[in-house]
């Protein structure tokens, strides 16, 4: 069955934080567009927003050692850490304007105050720790960041982590009190209902089937409602696609020039929770380590205290998983129907260069839960297999394109593919996503709608003061920016744990 064409300013597929985001903005921004959201699953945040699918860190570069990588020469190259740092700045910034509006409430609901640590064991890491920590700690974003190699300190920081630990080699840690635990689902779904009230047509169980350009230059989408089969057709003079690993079958559907070329390849990830409030209520931070050799960036272990459905668990992990899915609830088909005559030769040169990253995969596919503890250890010596299961997180797709450094190159950040006229645009990629969305989609409304920024740039200062400025220049704008954002989002006490503790229980 069909139904007559819905006509709008802006959809938005995927009712997830990204489209969230955007939407949320644009509806500052624009108020007079009308925008429509399509989702295929029945709620918002069931895919790689959820607060199960995703390790709910604060991305800001406090404890991630991926983001700091060791120059020849054996510098540290913190470029990409303060980078990643500026931009969760710029989110907490909209976060704090959407609270400070009243237009989202309760922003404990999704944020609350947790430490954020690096832990490292053996001469060569904690050497390289020690020097990150010399690049970083002078820069005012990692202010108040500390350091130490005294077991006696570790104890205090990570009792959990040091209890009956072995001191045959060399530990450190570094600390700051900044870091932030976020529930992205929970975000996600405050941000959709202040969408519905700002009357955005927000539709589920819609899958888009088909994506064309219309004569007059519009998108035509041809989306079916999974329940009852009935199709309808939805017009737009802009599209954003948001849809996760499902965002690049969209691409391809599109067919503009910009999405040949690229492919995907779909890695799924795996934590081990524990949900005992005993041993919970020992270990109060995110302690990040680092990954182990052939294993993807997004693979980096680490043991992180979490709050969902107003309840603390520990997660370690990520396990890498493989299933040639795009999305947790996604076909099996996936993988194969994303290979098309423009990638082909690409997918083929990145099968080629990843046979380590392939044997890794396979390896952690094969591992038993006994396997998974024995990493768990090397975190936590004494962790019991009964108090520890296994659950599956979400799916991310990597991008595989040709660059500078040859062809099939598999990256591991996050990108925007857009038209040349700005007429659509997809969201590529994983990590670090979700913290640094309003920064995206600010990228994203840069490319899209040149001839409507210089008008919209005053409400965008209102929205994130530090806009068009660099943090790293002006190191008051970055103190007074996360002493009102703390405030506003309820960050700011000096105790963070007991606070968040109090929240939740």
Known sequence: MSKP??????????????????????????PEWDITVLERRAKAGEESSNEWNNAGTGHSSLCELNYTVEKPDGSIDISKAIKVNEEYQVSRQFWSYLVNSKLIRNPRDFIVPI????????DQDVTFLRKRYEALSHNPLFHGMEYSEDPDKLQEWIPLMMKDRIMNKPIAATRIESGTDVNFGALTRMLFTHLKNKDVDIKFNQNVDDIKRSNDGSWELKVRNVESGNVERHTAKFVFIGGGGGSLHLLQKSGIPEG?????????????????????????????GQASVGAPPMSVPHLDTRFIDKK?????????????????YGSMFDLITSVKPHNLVTMMAAGVKNVSLTTYLIKQVMLSKEKRMEALREFVPNARSEDWELVVAGQRVQIIKDTAAGKGTLQFGTEVISAADGSIAALLGASPGASTAVSVMLEVMKKCFPQHIKAWEPKIKEMIPSYGVSLLNNPEIIRDNQASTAQSLGLSEKSPVKVARRTVS
């Not at 430490?115 to 053996?122: A, E, W």
């Open 5 to 30: 064409q819905t006509k709008s300013d802006v959809i938005l597929i995927g009712a997830g934080i990204m489209s969230a985001t955007l939407g949320s903005l644009l509806k500052e921004l624009a």
């Open 115 to 122: 430490p954020h640590m690096s832990f490292v064991q053996g």
């Open 260 to 288: 040949k070329g690229i492919g995907g390849f779909p890695v799924s990830g795996l934590f081990m929770v524990c949900k005992n409030p005993e041993i919970v209520a020992k270990h109060q931070a995110k302690v990040y």
């Open 312 to 328: 603390e668990s520990l997660f370690f992990g990520p396990f890498a998983g493989f299933t040639p899915k795009f999305l947790k």
